[in-house]
């Protein structure tokens, strides 16, 4: 789908001429380094939204999450909501963007923070995930505040902390302090990069855990005095590779997940450590001869609409059980860490209507819904806010998030921007 396939439209002509601006906006928004860990520059980022929505009559809050995991004096978890009062009262658009970005990682052909402009498309960290997608939406808005001044309702963006943490110091925080209760926001679009003709409905719940097994420590050179906690751990894998994984691949979700490789309950092995620390390869030496006495697997494991969070822990657990029945001197703890209900907006939730509608008057084509195999802030929103009228949609290839040399196509994001004004236009531009 090309821009001259687009209905002429005052909306999408405003957008149109904002091209030039919204490629810079993208480009200044990826010049500021909000790595996450540790969470660097949330203030400044917060700042430099601000200025830019105050211009155009927006109400600026800005928020420290104080306490939360992560929040100190030297990385302050900032965020920024923007709220514009509309000429009448109606109803409550808000578009929320994570501001943070992960690490660059290797392979990178173009600097990671310098937003270069190649062929239509702006590279760097964060181009897609998502800082392109929070431009987007800041354009779709501005072009809307001209053509419609007199809009009903109201419009807020915000700009939130640590996504790619867990969200705590961001959205979960916010949510919270009443940021999306019901009575205040009506509408959540979230422009993570799931594309512009995919609206993205929910996301597959998770469990995190450690397990630990345990041994006793002696001299390496007669292990027989200990117990081997690398080898009870190795045991354990072998029965999950049997019992488990195989089952997991076969238990599949109704719900539309992309890419279809998720759509069953999957499980990764995160991370082990066993046995003495690692020596840093610039000291030098050779370890000591020990029996490791204790050994730490932490799982992510995946959990679908159809599954039950109780029941997926119990699985693990059976598992481990099995192997402390057959092996003399297995003793272990699992830990919860983190966990994460499946989420899922209902078709015929107002917004999904919405932005349907939007997506085939702008771009001549039918949305397909998708579902995502990670979590993003939908979670808080559902959860916390108890609000169920909430979306991801928005520009970008979700493959290349993460990945070096992640970029965003300009006129993907253009034709985004035409879906999110219109749908803007649909919610906002009511008769008296
Ligand atoms: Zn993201």
Redesign the pocket.
């Known amino acids: 789908m090309t821009a001259h396939h687009r209905p002429e439209s005052k909306l999408n002509e405003a957008i149109e001429r904002r091209r030039e601006d919204l490629i810079v906006l993208t480009q200044e928004l990826i010049r500021i380094p909000t790595l996450n860990p540790p969470g660097e520059n949330y203030r400044l980022i917060c700042e430099y939204l601000a200025n830019r929505l105050k211009v155009v009559g927006f109400e600026i809050e800005m928020v420290r999450a104080e306490g939360a995991p992560g929040d100190s004096a030297k990385y302050p978890r900032w965020n920024v909501v923007a709220r514009r009062e509309g000429k009448r009262t109606g109803q409550c658009v808000h578009f929320n963007?994570?501001i943070d970005v992960v690490e660059t990682g290797h392979g990178w052909t173009h600097d990671p923070f310098g937003g270069a402009l190649v062929d239509g498309r702006i590279y760097g960290r964060g181009a897609c995930?998502?800082k392109g997608?929070l431009a987007t939406s800041i354009i779709a808005c501005e072009a809307f505040l001209e053509v419609y001044p007199d809009y009903a309702g109201a419009i807020e963006i915000s700009g939130t902390a640590d996504?790619?943490s867990g969200g705590y110091g961001g959205v979960a925080y916010l949510a919270e302090k009443g940021f999306f209760s019901p009575e205040r926001v009506q509408h959540v679009i979230i422009p993570?990069?799931l594309h512009k003709d995919r609206i993205c409905l929910g996301h597959r719940g998770l469990w995190w855990a450690e397990l630990e097994t345990k041994g006793r420590i002696a001299h390496g050179s007669m292990p027989f005095l200990g117990d081997c906690a690398v080898r009870h751990m190795g045991a354990v894998i072998d029965e999950l590779e049997d019992s488990v994984f195989p089952v997991l691949k076969n238990r599949l979700t109704e719900a539309p997940v992309i890419p279809e490789g998720a759509r069953n309950a999957t499980m990764n092995l995160n991370s082990i450590h066993g046995g003495q620390t690692e020596i840093p390869k610039e000291d030098g030496g050779l370890p000591s001869p020990c029996v490791p006495d204790s050994c730490r697997l932490v799982v992510d494991r995946r959990v679908l609409w159809e599954e039950n969070l109780e029941e997926t822990k119990q699985e693990f657990r059976d598992a481990v059980e099995r192997v402390k029945a057959r092996r003399d001197g297995f003793d272990y703890e699992l830990r919860d860490m983190f966990e994460v209900r499946p989420s899922m907006t209902d078709k015929d939730a107002p917004v999904v209507q919405t932005v349907t509608k939007a997506i085939e008057d702008t771009l001549g084509i039918t949305p397909e819904y998708v579902v995502s195999p990670g979590t993003?802030?939908q979670k808080h929103i559902d959860r916390i806010g108890q609000l169920k009228n909430c979306i991801a949609y928005g520009p970008g290839i979700l493959d290349l998030?993460h990945q070096p040399d992640e970029y965003i196509d300009v006129d993907d994001m253009v034709a985004s921007a035409c879906v999110m004004a219109a749908s803007l236009e649909q919610l906002l531009v009511v008769p008296e």
């Open positions: 963007s994570h995930d998502m997608g996504e790619e993570e990069p993003y802030d998030a």
